[in-house]
């Protein structure tokens, strides 16, 4: 069954640092989304893109995130400046035709310090 | 703002019976609705979903209702296995045209054998 690709599983990064969390969608999927879950949270909505922009953020996703779509394959979430309370897993998810399920990766754990 | 929300933290089954996790949501203008299962470490499994023109949708063991008067959703799970122990979450789209979820606050489900 096809998957979203996450990695790293884990990523600890300083404060103040850059991270660039990466995910591979389904391959004919044409929606993509980046969520994330604080430890012991409900899942919250950061970005979507669809078309090579974004077309919906939440209020989360501010000056400091920011989404890449490379090439035909990847897709990136880049936070500018850590801060500790971006810790959190962060998930992408990816959807094909409109109406058609979300498929989640399994996530990339980023632990702030 | 618009939420969606879960009535029990947490339910205890024993192995065989049958489970029934309660949602409700807030936002009149959702229109497709998913129940996601979430294991420990991993990203969301789409369990089930159930567009707003149906009010009952079944699955392999699993069924979901759709009340749209009272805003309530449920996720039915048919004898319940050890391997069906992990958080659910519901999720509504919020509406046609909208690409991201939201997500309530989870049910961890624990199967007792």
């Known amino acids: 069954e096809p998957e979203v690709t996450q990695t790293p599983s884990h990523q600890v990064t300083q404060m103040g640092q850059e991270v660039i969390l990466h995910c591979v969608p389904i391959s004919n999927h044409l929606y993509f989304y980046w969520y994330r879950q604080i430890l012991g949270q409900k899942v919250e909505f950061l970005v979507s893109?669809?078309?090579?922009?974004?077309?919906?953020k939440s209020e989360i996703f501010d000056d400091q995130f920011s989404v890449e779509r490379p090439d035909g394959s990847n897709f990136t979430l880049k936070i500018r400046s850590t801060k500790l309370e971006d810790s959190a897993m962060y998930f992408c998810a990816s959807r094909g035709e409109k109406g058609a399920g979300y498929t989640f990766g399994s996530g990339t754990r980023l632990t702030v310090v | 703002g618009e939420s969606v929300g879960l009535h029990l933290p947490t339910l205890s089954v024993q192995e065989g019976d049958n489970s029934i996790i309660n949602c409700a949501y807030s936002?009149?203008?959702?229109?497709?609705f998913i129940w996601y299962k979430q294991e420990s470490g991993k990203g969301p499994q789409f369990i089930i979903d159930?567009?707003?023109?149906?009010d009952k949708r079944q699955g392999q063991r699993v069924t979901v209702l759709l009340n749209k008067t009272v805003k309530h959703l449920s996720l039915q799970i048919a004898a319940t296995q050890p391997g069906d122990s992990a958080v659910y979450f519901c999720?509504?789209?919020?509406?046609?045209?909208?690409?991201?979820?939201?997500f309530g606050s989870g049910t961890r489900l624990q199967v007792q054998p």
């Open positions: 999720a509504e789209n919020g509406g046609t045209g909208r690409r991201a979820l939201t």
């Open positions: 159930i567009r707003s023109n149906m």
């Open positions: 893109f669809y078309n090579n922009e974004i077309s919906e």
């Open positions: 936002n009149s203008a959702s229109d497709y």
